[in-house]
């Protein structure tokens, strides 16, 4: 009785097909060369990230975040569930090894309920405008101009750049939580902070009109990093699910210049 040990053994295999007269079958050249002909195995097939499936996940994204923003605009009250909801979504989303498509649309969810919540409230600090419809323009138009330069390869990710794009966001958070814990705390009664404080620099002009520009041009920057996290991606081939980090990415900044844009441009409407 063989040993089941060697029963599936390609060795113990070979020698009794020889024993028994049987000649494995070997390719014809022909055969060969329609094996050669055949197309290599797309990305898509190797579930590799590719430009087409990173822009469907990032629409898909924004999909569920306008949902979202019309119920926030249509329930203003949900503003601050949107923002706490969407900061505790961030953390996780930044800090989680592997991104996962539901937090990532949970983001999107909880950061269009705040979009919403907040340009309703735009609305009425500055009535008989269309600062909304003006910012979403705003938006997509630094968005685009930021998309061609990098495509044509104007504008490019450097090791200087970001450290100097480094060096000036965390200066600016910064001043955003102190001008936060002055608004908190009553130090200053304006809605904006230090921001809406007539400082005289340059001739007189709002310190938050200096930092509305420095706020997009850092967005602008942090969209060339997102879109040059795609081009790596891709081209070396990473797994797919990390075009969910890269729509998340994306969504992060977008959301970001729309809401620095929207504060812009209230400085030069008259409000109520």
Known sequence: MANPAFSNSPAFSAKA???????PAVPTPD?????????????????RMTYQDTIFKTLASFAVLLVAA????????????????????????IFKRKPSPALVLAYAFAEGLFVGGISMFYTLI?????????????????????????ANGK?????????????????????SLVNFGLMMFGVTDSMFGLRDVQIPIFGGIP????????AVLLGAYSLVMDFDYVKRGVETGQPRIYGWTAAFGIMVTVVWLYLEILRLLSYFLPRN
């Open 17 to 23: 097909a020889q024993r028994a007269g049987v000649v």
């Open 31 to 47: 055969q060969l060369q329609e094996h050669y002909s055949l197309p290599s195995a797309t990305p898509d097939q190797m579930e």
């Open 70 to 93: 019309v119920i926030g605009w249509t329930f203003p009250v949900l503003t601050w569930v949107g923002l706490i909801a969407g900061f505790v979504l961030a953390l996780v989303n």
């Open 126 to 150: 500055v009535p008989g405008s269309s600062i909304v419809p003006m910012a979403l323009f705003g938006t997509l138009g630094v968005v685009a101009v930021t998309l061609a330069l990098f």
């Open 155 to 175: 504008v490019r990710v450097s090791k200087r750049s970001t450290q100097i794009f480094l060096v000036a966001i965390l200066g600016y958070a910064a001043f």
């Open 207 to 214: 310190l938050g009109i200096p930092l509305g520009i420095l």
